[in-house]
């Protein structure tokens, strides 16, 4: 089977407007989770990790007229123009997959002077073909909180079957009334900064940013990772909450591993959806028990970026990607004691380690779950 190869990508976020300066703001401890007021939310407001839009619509000049783009638009159009900087690709021959669980819902509140229509994630999808002039039709993942890392999925099967040879994906989520009036209803958003696996964690932050990575069968020179093993799988449990055995997350892992030819003892990092939600982190625990992962490393970015929705697993697996080439653990930011009732190894502080392979999780309503398997390549690329 050919090597499917993770290279350019770039994220977009409170931290940074690129994948280098997002890792230096990790490094040095840095959230973008702060306090806003909202007076729909209970509490005044809540942490959340939210990009400024003026100095978004400053960088987005250098490439287009902000002012007929929405927010979302604007971060995922840099993020998509960052990596094809990098690369001289024929659109015409190149997919674009594009992940969101909400788009520009908020236009459904108010406009902004936008036709309603845009609100549609078939709109943002053409906006976003358009502006690059990509030939094929948009390919649209949306499956909950799994959705940016499905599509990295989805890209490697079709150049597997032939069907391109090279795949842009784009994800990005905002922060709206809408999402945020959501998760309040549940009774999870978190009074803090979320604590992913902590004893004393009461709930997620929400967070907004978007990220784009070119996923290719085409060796180049510069930082090429190999996506070796992917599964999906729906535990059927309910609507919102996770199963309380973990076996759709499990089943994922293990199918996860088949795929790579890997056993649990050769995983070297596990980067865990982590929401800091009572039920998701104790499911992962209890699945990370049962796939024998009880003593690989492991965090959540959550406490740095908050819960991006559909962009999530696609910034988390850029990060996982990164902390392979660069032999790097970053810490689970807010960590405070273990909160789960299986035991697992918490990274708390970073630590430079050789490392060659890596698990990347995540979790969503619905009962959808998703593993990848990430490991380094070994032919002078990397």
């Known amino acids: 089977m050919m090597d499917?190869?993770?290279?350019?990508?770039?994220?977009?976020?409170?931290?940074?407007?690129?994948?280098?300066?997002?890792?230096?703001?990790?490094?040095?401890?840095?959230s973008g989770l702060q306090f806003h007021e909202n007076s729909r939310i209970q509490n005044?407001?809540?942490?959340?990790?939210?990009?400024?839009?003026?100095?978004?619509?400053?960088k987005f000049s250098d490439i287009g007229d902000a002012k007929k783009f929405t927010k979302l638009e604007q971060m995922m159009l840099l993020a998509t123009q960052s990596v094809l900087n990098s690369n001289q690709l024929n659109l015409s021959e190149t997919a674009l997959i594009i992940s969101s669980t909400k788009g520009n819902i908020d236009l459904l509140d108010n406009s902004q002077n936008f036709s309603k229509n845009r609100a549609s994630l078939n709109y943002l999808a053409r906006v976003i073909q358009e502006f690059f002039g990509f030939k094929h039709k948009p390919i649209i993942v949306s499956n909950a909180c799994i959705s940016g890392g499905l599509a990295v999925a989805i890209a490697k099967r079709f150049i597997q079957v032939g069907k391109f040879n090279d795949a842009i994906v784009?994800?990005?989520?905002?922060?709206?009334?809408f999402v945020t009036s959501g998760f309040q209803s549940f009774q999870s958003l978190s009074a803090t900064p979320c604590k992913p696996f902590s004893k004393n964690r009461d709930g997620i932050s929400l967070g907004?940013?978007?990220?784009?990575?070119?996923?290719?069968?085409?060796?180049?020179?510069?930082?090429?990772?190999?996506?070796?093993?992917d599964a999906t799988s729906n535990d059927a449990n309910h609507i919102s909450g996770p199963s309380r055995t973990g076996e759709g997350l499990y089943k994922s892992i293990q199918r996860a591993l088949q795929e790579s030819k890997l056993s649990a003892s050769e995983i070297d990092y596990l980067c865990a959806h982590g929401t800091a939600t009572i039920f998701n982190d104790e499911m992962e625990a209890v699945a990370f028990n049962r796939a024998e992962l009880v003593h690989v490393p492991i965090n959540s970015f959550k406490g740095f970026y908050?819960?991006?929705?559909?962009?999530?697993?696609?910034?988390?697996?850029?990060?996982?990607?990164?902390s392979l080439l660069n032999n790097e653990l970053y810490p689970s930011l807010n960590f405070e004691g273990l909160g789960v009732s299986k035991p697992i190894n918490i990274i708390q502080k970073f630590e430079k380690k050789e490392l060659k392979t890596a698990l990347k999780t995540a979790s969503g309503f619905g009962g959808c779950n998703l593993a990848m398997i990430l490991k380094k390549s070994f032919n002078g690329y990397s």
């Open 306 to 322: 908050g819960h991006t929705l559909g962009a999530s697993a696609l910034i988390e697996n850029i990060l996982t990607k990164h």
């Open 4 to 30: 499917i190869l993770l290279q350019e990508d770039s994220i977009i976020s409170p931290l940074g407007f690129s994948t280098s300066e997002n890792i230096k703001a990790i490094k040095a401890g840095n």
């Open 170 to 177: 784009v994800a990005g989520d905002l922060v709206s009334d």
């Open 208 to 229: 907004e940013a978007a990220a784009a990575i070119l996923v290719s069968n085409k060796e180049r020179k510069g930082n090429n990772i190999s996506l070796v093993g």
């Open 44 to 58: 005044g407001g809540c942490y959340a990790g939210i990009l400024d839009a003026s100095l978004l619509a400053d």
